[in-house]
């Protein structure tokens, strides 16, 4: 079974441009979770969906991010205009809606090294 | 409020010796699940371990083991036998059941296995 990928691994951009990070979940997970690691501080998150409705997003920074979820499978994290805090690891996991039997397990991706210069 | 905190930036162990890596956390929530992730030099996480807070036994996974202590709000993970491989950023990291489960991380560990 595949992992949750995450496109691209690396991206490189220039202040006030553009960024599209792309993760796809582990197949059947209705989960999916952002989160970003600023260099040398904890892990944080950004927001949730459970299939393709935004469940919690009150880790999103401002109003430059913009995540989506098209059809409850893959989703989307723009970044616009990039800032230079805005540089990090986004990491993206899911995980299966066990409803009420408690914490759900999530499984990352490998994250995407963002630099804005 | 939620927080995890891991006091040991750089831990370094003998091959095939046994280490600790340190985590507490703080929650005023009853319900909650610890975990454990493993990060590589490769960039992907790695699920290891996980203890639930009702749980009334250690978890283990192979050479994996969760010490939990819940009085004093701490879940250490215990790797034993090191081997080379297990180098690595160790992140330990806590979910309340409730409302979404979003993970609130530690700032991780950094492991080294000396030959």
């Known amino acids: 079974e595949a992992g949750v ?7 490189v951009i220039e202040k006030g441009q553009t960024v599209t990070l792309r993760c796809d979940p582990i197949s059947g997970h209705d989960n999916l979770y952002w989160y970003r690691r600023v260099m040398g501080k904890e892990i944080k998150f950004l927001l949730h969906f459970v299939k393709e409705s935004k469940q919690d997003e009150s ?11 098209t059809g409850g499978t893959y989703s989307t994290l723009k970044v616009q205009p990039a800032e230079l805090e805005d540089s990090g690891v986004y990491f ?6 066990r409803g009420f039997s408690g914490t759900d397990t999530q499984y ?3 994250g995407t090294r963002l630099t804005v210069l | 409020a939620q927080k995890i905190t891991q006091t040991q930036p750089g831990m370094f162990v003998q091959e095939k010796e046994a280490v600790t890596l340190d985590c507490t956390y703080d929650t005023s929530d009853p319900s909650y699940g610890l975990f454990w992730y493993k990060q590589p030099s490769s960039g992907e996480m790695i699920f290891l371990i996980y203890q639930g807070s009702y749980d009334q036994q250690n978890a283990t996974e192979g050479r ?3 010490n939990f202590q819940k009085a004093r709000k701490s ?3 215990v790797i034993s036998a090191s081997q080379l491989g297990d180098s690595a950023m160790y992140f330990c990291a806590m979910s309340l059941r409730a409302p979404g489960n979003q993970f609130y991380f530690g700032t991780g560990t950094s492991l080294t296995v000396i030959p």
């Open chain 1, 5 to 11: 990928t995450q496109f691209p691994s690396h991206s």
């Open chain 1, 59 to 69: 880790g999103m920074p401002n109003n430059r991010f913009l995540a989506e979820r």
């Open chain 1, 92 to 97: 993206c996991a899911s995980s299966q809606d």
């Open chain 1, 108 to 110: 990352f991706g490998p």
């Open chain 2, 64 to 66: 994996y083991s969760l």
């Open chain 2, 75 to 77: 879940a250490n993970l």
